[in-house]
């Protein structure tokens, strides 16, 4: 059974930078689409960034962190990472680690967080002025 675990959250001040990481235990080697999520409370999970490896590399972005957040991924290490630049105070969450299995790519569904089947615990992200 795969687990994930999220670190690296914290607190910064706006404009500042942090770096998630999610690690996963018991690593599946097909599982090919890893996102990260956040949300705040009262809200919804929104779907931050997804890194697709069935094929070619393939990243998504949501439109509010294009420019500023980077997704990669490390195979040999099982890791994901959230690079996050130029932190806002908008970006303030926790933020979340999911894991899928696709046969084609996640153009449509990257974003969903119905389509994550596996989850972190979440980290905390507090950005200040």
């Known amino acids: 059974q795969v687990m994930l675990v999220e670190s690296g959250g914290g607190s910064v001040q706006a404009g500042g930078s942090l770096r998630l990481s999610c690690a996963a235990s018991?690593?599946?080697?097909?599982?090919?689409?890893m996102g990260w999520f956040r949300q705040v409370p009262g809200k919804e999970r929104e779907g931050v960034a997804s890194i697709y490896t069935g094929g070619l590399v393939t990243t998504y972005y949501t439109d509010s962190v294009k420019g500023r957040f980077t997704i990669s991924r490390d195979n040999a290490k099982a890791t994901v990472y959230l690079q996050m630049n130029s932190l806002k105070l908008e970006d303030t969450a926790m933020y979340y680690c999911?894991?899928?299995?696709?046969?084609?790519?996640?153009?449509?569904?990257?974003?969903?967080?119905?389509?994550?089947?596996?989850w972190g615990q979440g980290t905390q992200v507090t950005v200040s002025s």
């Open positions: 018991g690593y599946s080697a097909d599982i090919n689409v």
């Open positions: 999911a894991a899928a299995r696709t046969h084609t790519e996640p153009v449509r569904w990257w974003n969903r967080w119905a389509s994550y089947a596996i």
